[in-house]
């Protein structure tokens, strides 16, 4: 799979990633098995998509629990992404953002994760209560210790805003200024994906001016760009689907030409041995919007690992991404 360097600290990561929330966290749980999850990391690896993004709020800390599981025997293949400063409370996440809980629980994810360094450490979300650079201070003491090797901050809370427009990520901008002054940022994670483009209007602009990486979430947009979800299926109670406006019947339904254009590109390049799928054309598009974007699509199921592996080799044309640029924008709120 072809290498992306990201960040100030010029890490080489596998150009698609492997993100592994759905594997114990935010997805239908009945459908979570430990061994399938397994597998997956394993075929992600297999094939080169060396950069596994987790984190401790995940299960709770379940996730990185299964992760360690897999980096205990494939440690040198892996690139480890794990996050702090969001906690599971009684009705709601709870930011935490103390220098102290920082330090505590980097060392609660090394013991989980089984490993003596985390490649990259991202801020999963600020707290009101203290400085950005107060945490940023602390994560950046973790560098020095050799328990971390990069920082990373996540865009979150940004779909609040979205109704903003062209100022969507204008304080995530303002954020990363700020932290830049006290230790560099290596990489941004953000929602990105052909129904989710907002970030091409000024963060992703503002991270490849200064050689941050861009760490795609969601680029299959929570799964409606594989064109495997039937609009009216429905979602158990516990997958964040049934609570989204955009996975009604009705919306999936009004949303389905944005697939029918992406399948339409598929069979331009697929032939009658190896086809190719909406999903894949989904990432390469977001591959295709600059070397420093790194795609990190979820899954737990091995099969989908392999396929969203195989999206690093797909090289869309011209013709392909203008084709993709002119598909009809994602209809229903997406706050």
């Not at 505590?104 to 707290?127: G, K, N, P």
Request: aromatic share 6%; hydrophobic share 45%.
């Amino acid at each position: 799979m072809e290498r992306r360097t990201i960040g100030a600290a010029a890490l080489e990561v596998g150009a698609v990633g492997l993100g592994c929330m759905p594997m114990s966290w935010a997805y239908t749980g009945s459908q979570q098995r430990g061994e399938e999850s397994l597998r997956a990391v394993n075929a992600a690896l297999d094939r080169g998509s060396t950069l596994l993004d987790t984190a401790d709020m995940y299960g709770p800390f379940t996730n990185e629990l299964l992760v360690g599981r897999v980096l205990k025997e494939r440690r040198s293949e892996a690139f480890v992404s794990t996050k702090v400063g969001l906690l599971v409370g009684d009705q709601h996440l709870v930011a935490n953002g103390r220098p102290n809980y920082v330090r505590r629980a980097c060392d609660a994810s090394l013991r989980r994760l089984q490993t003596d360094v985390i490649d990259l450490y991202q801020l999963h979300r600020t707290d009101p209560e203290v400085p950005v650079e107060e945490t940023w201070g602390a994560m950046a003491e973790l560098v020095s210790a050799g328990k971390v090797r990069s920082l990373g901050l996540c865009a979150v809370g940004a779909r609040s805003g979205r109704r903003a427009g062209a100022r969507l990520h204008d304080g995530t901008i303002r954020l990363l200024e700020r932290v830049q002054q006290v230790f560099p940022v290596s990489t941004v994670q953000a929602e990105l994906s052909v129904w989710s483009a907002e970030a091409l209007d000024a963060l992703l602009p503002w991270c490849a001016a200064r050689g941050v990486g861009f760490l795609a979430a969601m680029p299959l947009g929570n799964g409606f760009l594989t064109g495997t979800l039937t609009p009216g299926e429905g979602f158990e109670p516990d997958d964040l689907r049934a609570r989204h406006p955009r996975f009604t019947a009705e919306m999936m339904a009004a949303n389905q030409p944005i697939v029918v254009g992406l399948r339409r590109v598929a069979r331009r390049h697929g032939d009658g041995v190896r086809p190719v799928t909406p999903a894949q054309v989904a990432l390469a598009w977001v591959l295709a919007q600059g070397p420093h974007v790194v795609p990190v699509p979820g899954t737990k199921r091995e099969r989908w690992a392999a396929e969203n592996a195989g999206a690093a080799g797909l090289r869309l044309t011209a013709e392909d991404l203008a084709e993709v640029a002119g598909l009809p924008g994602a209809l229903g709120s997406w706050d």
